[in-house]
């Protein structure tokens, strides 16, 4: 009922500079952008639409219809599959460009707030409602076919749980919990005006979720989980482009200074 955002991460240098990027992670496709407003404040937006919004998969290793699994540890059954289709989108502003020597590695923070949405539905429909307040630290090295680096994403969410009858016609239970979210991400991007990207996002989180939940949906998580059932770990890839392309400052007087060199030889 939860799942990390695969969100913008920039590396912007200056006013008007635009990064985007687009693809599918192991449970959703997403989308963002990120414009920077000045050589130092930039705006950003995202969006994760997991799979089993619009096709029969809860993700790439669950299918609907999949029955429950036999067995497991201690004899007991151990149930991983997906659950739940989920939508989520977020709005964030934050600071660019922080460290400004040319050679240095690329840093900035932004904070933002998102809403989310979880359903499903057998012989009743559950509902998880909730939304988020976060704080990320970006750190990358940027080159002309060549990005890499990481964010970190602190979050804090507030969820809204009810579960009714299939026809909504009555709420059998109702109750709000809270969890605390610390979501690193490491990525690269590769190649010319469009990159191909990969990232790798890892989901630690904790939660107040009480006995009264054990009952219901997305509470029956295996070990170590909190008895929440939530994306703990998911792959992405997908292709980023960034307008204008420029180069770094450092790369463009190397290239400005090796184009004055043949000049003048040529001369």
């Known amino acids: 009922m939860y799942i990390p955002a695969v969100r913008s991460i920039p590396l912007l240098d200056k006013k008007g500079e635009f990064q985007?990027?687009?693809?599918?992670?192991?449970?959703?496709?997403?989308?963002?952008?990120?414009?920077?407003?000045?050589?130092?404040?930039?705006?950003?937006?995202?969006?994760?639409?997991?799979?089993?919004?619009?096709?029969?998969?809860?993700?790439?290793?669950?299918?609907?219809?999949?029955?429950?699994?036999?067995?497991?540890?201690?004899?007991?059954?151990?149930?991983?599959?997906?659950?739940?289709?989920?939508?989520?989108?977020?709005?964030?502003?934050?600071?660019?460009?922080?460290?400004?020597?040319?050679?240095?590695?690329?840093?900035?923070?932004?904070?933002?707030?998102?809403?989310?949405?979880?359903?499903?539905?057998?012989?009743?429909?559950y509902q998880a409602d909730y939304c988020s307040l976060f704080g990320q630290v970006n750190v990358g090295w940027k080159k002309s076919v060549f990005e890499a680096g990481a964010s970190v994403r602190l979050a804090y969410s507030i969820f809204n749980y009810a579960v009714n009858h299939s026809d909504n016609s009555e709420v059998l239970f109702q109750n709000t919990f809270n969890a605390f979210h610390i979501e690193p991400m490491p990525f690269i991007r590769i190649g010319g005006d469009v990159k191909f990207t990969f990232r790798f996002g890892i989901n630690f989180a904790i939660n107040d979720v009480t006995d009264t939940y054990k009952e219901y949906r997305g509470f029956h998580a295996p070990i170590g989980n909190n008895g929440w059932e939530h994306t703990s770990y998911h792959i992405s890839v997908g292709l980023s482009y960034r307008f204008p392309n420029n180069l770094p400052n450092s790369e463009q007087k190397l290239k400005m200074y090796k184009y004055k060199n043949l000049t003048s030889l040529k001369r």
């Open 20 to 125: 985007g990027e687009a693809g599918v992670s192991s449970n959703s496709v997403y989308v963002n952008g990120s414009y920077a407003l000045s050589n130092g404040i930039a705006a950003s937006i995202n969006g994760n639409l997991s799979f089993g919004n619009f096709t029969d998969y809860y993700d790439i290793f669950t299918h609907k219809d999949d029955p429950a699994p036999k067995g497991g540890w201690f004899g007991g059954p151990i149930d991983t599959r997906g659950k739940f289709a989920h939508r989520y989108g977020e709005v964030s502003m934050g600071r660019i460009n922080m460290l400004l020597h040319s050679k240095a590695p690329k840093l900035e923070v932004f904070g933002g707030i998102g809403m989310g949405k979880a359903t499903d539905v057998d012989n009743y429909r």
